[in-house]
């Protein structure tokens, strides 16, 4: 079962955006691609909105597409969070979210990829959400 859910567009009034994660090569790897194509429903979509995902923590994130001249759509990838806009941001939470939502795509892209690997690297480079 997953710890991310996929969600409509919440309501965003009396949020922020609070920049959390950028990824500008998506296409390094077709599959990585091809999950958030599939996931986001980009081929209809592409760039008129963004997607949204809640996170273990509860809190929603706003996951937007980037295009790049010459290469294949997604380009990239970048996550918000977003907290209500007087809020601090809780940063253990937003690492421990992150960790989450890469074993999310990790699990969807599949095979070679796999949670396993992904956890130990996170050990060897002992990142703070494998606590």
Do not use: C
Not at 65 to 91: K, N, W
């Amino acid at each position: 079962m997953s710890e991310i859910t996929i969600i409509d567009a919440p309501d965003l009034t009396g949020k922020r955006q609070a920049f959390a994660l950028r990824e500008d090569r998506v296409g390094h790897y077709d599959e990585f691609r091809e999950f958030f194509s599939r996931t986001f429903n980009l081929d209809t979509v592409g760039l008129s909105k963004p997607g949204y995902l809640r996170a273990p923590s509860g809190m929603e994130y706003a996951v937007i597409f980037t295009g790049r001249s010459g290469e294949a759509f997604p380009a990239g990838v970048e996550l918000f969070a977003l907290p209500e806009a007087l809020e601090p941001l809780d940063d253990d939470a937003v690492d421990r979210d992150l960790w989450a939502i890469l074993g999310w795509m990790i699990d969807g892209v599949g095979a070679p990829w796999s949670r396993q690997d992904l956890e130990t690297t996170g050990k060897v480079y002992r990142i703070p959400a494998m606590r």
